[in-house]
């Protein structure tokens, strides 16, 4: 199973191209490249991306993402 961050950036990859991710990092200063799926969230990373979400992604997208990572 694939933690947050690497389920994260997939749905962003997905929905926003590799454009998105690149804004992703920026905006939350976490590289999410070097976070493998089988890696431990970091506590604070993933904090900082979480926060950094709603200026990417739309109301719409955010449900759709908060739906997928409740899945697992």
């Known amino acids: 199973m694939a933690n947050r961050i690497s389920r994260i950036t997939s749905y962003v990859e997905k929905r926003k191209l590799?454009?998105?991710?690149?804004?992703?990092i920026m905006?939350?200063?976490?590289?999410?490249?070097?976070?493998?799926?089988?890696?431990?969230?970091?506590?604070?990373?993933?904090?900082?991306?979480?926060?950094a979400l709603p200026q990417l992604l739309s109301a719409q997208e955010l449900r759709e993402l908060q739906e997928l990572l409740a899945e697992a």
């Open 18 to 24: 590799g454009f998105g991710v690149a804004r992703l």
């Open 27 to 51: 905006m939350s200063g976490v590289n999410v490249r070097s976070i493998g799926p089988n890696d431990p969230d970091p506590p604070d990373a993933l904090r900082r991306l979480e926060q």
